[in-house]
Structures are given as C-alpha cells and as structure tokens.
C-alpha cells in the first residue's frame, strides 16, 4: 500500500528566508508524486509533479522539489518564501493509471515579517 | 477553460438527513474522483469514477455512495447523516488518458452536520 509522510506539522519561515518542506512516501513501484498547496477553504492546487526523468523539478510560484529514490522523499523548496506562501501544503503519491492519490498529512506554513 | 465545478459551497444538514454533492469537471475530463478532508483524518480517497462507472472505492461505509452521468458530471451521497461526516469534500477530475495523473482539484464543499 502507498502511504505519505510529512514529518513536520507546522513551520513557521521569515519573509525572505528559504523553505523546505519534507515528504517521504512508501510505495512499491515507481510513484507519480505531485505537492499540492491549499488555502484556508479552498481546494489544492498543483505546485509541482514528478512523473520520471530529471529528479529535480520546477513548480510554479518558485517552487521546486527533489525526488531521491534512496531516501524516498520528495522534499519541496523556495529559495525565498513571500507572505503570500503562508498555506497548507500537501504530498502526494499516486501510480500510473491509477486515479486515487494517497496524501500526507499536511505541513501548514507561516510566514512572519 | 473553467475549472471544476462543485455546488454548493457550503451545507449544513442535521443528524440522519442525507446529502447529495454535485461535482462538474473540466470540459474534457473523463474521470472524477472525491475526497473527504477532515482535521483528524486529512485528506481520504472516497471513490473515482470513469465513463460512468466507478472504478476504485477507498474505505468508507456504504453510506458514501456516488455515480457519474454521461456528460462526466458526478454526484455523490451521503445518507443517514453523522456528525462526523462533517468535513470538505473535494472533487478531482482528470482527462482521463492512460498517462494522465494529473488531478484538478475543485473548491470543495464544505458539509455540517448538527
């Protein structure tokens, strides 16, 4: 079974300063991971997906993500984050052909002045 | 294009009531799927639909129910409401290609049970 870990509940990250957020997933074939951002009462939207090929991947809003197969993870990065980052951010696994996505728990961000 | 849409936004039913949601996907789409997003269990696959038939089911009692028309719009229903049913159900749809993974995801509807 396809399961999703997000060590950290909450950050809290300066106006400016970099952010990473970590994602470690369990599957047993080669997985599709995607890291989705939701606002309060909103639905998600995709930041970014890793299909295959280069394990560095660029998002939108500056964001980007490293799929390592040895450590299983899938950790996201902003070199520097905007007030407007402040959001609930989620990993996901899913597998080809297959619609149904496992998520993790959630990291929430918050960003001070 | 526009988006998926899912209607209402927001519900409050009582106790033992039953709710339908309606979730109409990017124009194109083929497959649908929903989620229940809940503080205590986060985001929890309920099921997924393609050409009207459902094709993967996640663990939720058979309250949970949904189906899918012929133009790919979807519904789902809840019956014999409990207060923890409460939560924001999102619906994803998906073009539906054997490559296709990407699933777009709605608003949600925001569901209170009391």
């Known amino acids: 079974a396809q399961s999703v870990t997000q060590p950290d509940i909450h950050i809290t990250v300066s106006e400016g300063a970099s952010l990473e957020l970590r994602c470690n997933y369990s599957?047993?074939?080669?997985?599709?991971l995607f890291w989705y951002v939701q606002s309060p009462g909103q639905g998600l939207q995709l930041l970014l997906k890793y299909f295959s090929g280069d394990t560095l991947v660029q998002g939108i809003k500056g964001f980007e993500a490293e799929f390592k197969r040895s450590q299983s993870s899938f950790n996201l990065r902003k070199p520097s984050v905007h007030w407007s980052d402040a959001a609930e951010y989620f990993c996901?696994?899913?597998?080809?052909?297959?619609?149904?996505?496992?998520f993790g728990a959630g990291t929430t961000v918050t960003v001070r002045a | 294009k526009a988006g998926v849409t899912q209607t209402p936004r927001y519900l409050i039913k009582t106790r033992g009531q039953q709710v339908t949601l309606s979730c109409s996907p990017i124009?194109?789409?083929?497959?649908v799927s929903w989620y229940q997003q809940t503080p205590g269990q986060g985001l929890q696959f309920l099921f997924e639909?393609?050409?009207?038939?459902?094709?993967n089911k996640g663990n939720f009692p058979g309250r949970f129910s949904g189906r899918q028309f012929s133009n790919s719009r979807s519904e789902m229903n809840v019956s014999t409401l409990e207060l923890g049913d409460s939560a924001l159900y999102l619906c994803?749809?998906?073009?539906?290609?054997?490559?296709?993974?990407?699933?777009?995801f709605g608003q949600g509807t925001r569901l209170t049970v009391v």
């Open positions: 996901a696994v899913g597998a080809w052909g297959d619609y149904k996505l496992s």
């Open positions: 124009s194109g789409h083929r497959s």
């Open positions: 599957y047993g074939a080669t997985p599709y």
């Open positions: 639909y393609f050409s009207e038939t459902q094709r």
């Open positions: 994803a749809s998906y073009l539906g290609g054997l490559r296709d993974t990407e699933a777009f």
